[in-house]
């Protein structure tokens, strides 16, 4: 999730501190942008830019977000195929200085209790240290209308730590959130999870799923799990992570499985993957494949995988990274296949029902 490659010189500390916090690039000149005009496929990547992509459908139609670093932009539109011409709109900018005023990353929009709700990650400025969780409410109907109310800082209680990447897991009839934190002294990025009591506040101790430990996992500084994004099938909840430094070629997804019926509070509840579940695919160009999102067909026959992935080797954790869809399937054990990543540029059928 975090930025960039950096002079090699640097000291440790400084290197480490800065590889955590630098959110913003220039996009590669050689990235294919825009839509294409077919009615029935579409081409990768579906914007020029848009590190995190985060996707939501509701009513007909899908709600789109990405991390610009300077405010929360929504996109909306009836097909993800035409995302490239969909309409879009600033709906939050933070103020000049403050405790949410840079930085901002990997924004969420949930639908719950009735209100939408925004979540992102945003800091002071120092993001080294500086990284929290925040909530915006709507109550209109339509998330590009009504008025986003502030609702402050989201946080274990009794703890000010460094978090990012906030979603949201219900199950058994309870709300929880899911993130990425680090421990008091400690720069390594682990997932977390805690019950929430309202869709601004969370209850009680958090208790920690995962941390960095295969070869896969560990590549660049700081060693990184992130990006947590939930899927459900059948009868398995699935938690899909980002692992190693964005600023490596080899970022890719991981998997946590456990029972739908399991308590996602307890960590021995989840079974991890000893291998990465979705990879870079060079030949084809695409290179750090993560931070990704789900979504529906149309018709909502098909399952979709939404992530951000580099089109050249070296580019790190920038504006770069552009957002790119494909369709995947299931294996029989109920795991998710999201199969190789497909090529950029290449024509491919939309989501059915468009």
């Known amino acids: 999730m975090l930025p960039i490659s950096l002079h090699r ?5 400084l290197l480490v501190a800065l590889l955590s916090c630098t959110k ?11 839509p294409v005009t077919e009615t029935t496929t579409y081409r990768n990547p579906v914007l020029a830019s848009g590190p995190d992509p985060w996707v939501i459908e509701k009513d007909g139609f899908y709600y789109y977000m990405h991390t610009t670093g300077r405010n929360l932009t929504l996109w909306k539109t009836a097909k ?16 000049a200085t403050g405790a949410a005023s840079r930085d901002i990353w990997a924004p969420e929009l949930h639908f719950l ?18 990284q929290r969780l925040w909530v915006l409410e709507n109550s209109a109907a339509d998330p590009t209308t009504g008025t986003w109310v502030e609702k402050g800082q989201i946080a274990v209680p009794g703890q000010d730590l460094w978090a990012i990447d906030a979603t949201i897991l219900e199950q058994n009839g309870k709300r929880y959130m899911v993130w990425s934190g680090q421990e008091v002294g400690s720069v390594e990025q682990r997932l977390y999870i ?31 799990n992130e990006g947590p ?8 909840t699935f938690i899909v992570y980002s692992a ?35 990879t870079k695919n060079p030949t084809d160009r695409v290179f750090g494949p993560g931070h990704n999102t789900f979504f529906k067909s149309k018709n ?14 070296n580019k790190g954790c920038g504006d770069a990274r552009s957002p790119r869809m494909q369709k995947f399937t299931w294996n029989p054990d109920g795991t998710p296949n999201f199969g190789t990543p497909v090529p950029i540029g290449v024509a491919l059928p939309e989501p059915a029902g468009e």
């Open 9 to 13: 010189f640097l000291p440790a500390a």
């Open 113 to 130: 209790d009735g209100k939408w709700y925004v979540y992102f990650t945003a800091g002071p400025g120092n993001c080294c240290g500086g």
């Open 24 to 34: 913003e690039s220039t996009p590669s000149a050689t990235t294919p942008t825009g």
């Open 229 to 236: 994004e939930v899927l459900k099938h059948n009868d398995k």
């Open 194 to 224: 805690c019950q929430m009591s309202t869709p601004w506040t969370l209850t009680g101790s958090r208790a920690q799923l995962s941390r960095p430990e295969f070869n896969w996992e560990t590549l660049g500084d700081p060693k990184v």
């Open 80 to 95: 993800m195929s035409e995302l490239g011409s969909a309409p879009s709109k600033v709906i939050w900018t933070p103020q």
């Open 244 to 278: 190693s430094h964005c600023s490596t070629d080899d970022y890719a997804l991981g998997l946590l499985t456990a029972s739908s019926t399991a308590d996602p509070m307890n960590p021995a509840a989840w079974t991890k993957s000893s291998t990465p579940v979705f």
């Open 300 to 313: 909502g026959q098909e399952d979709w995988i939404l992530y951000h992935a580099n089109a050249e080797p």
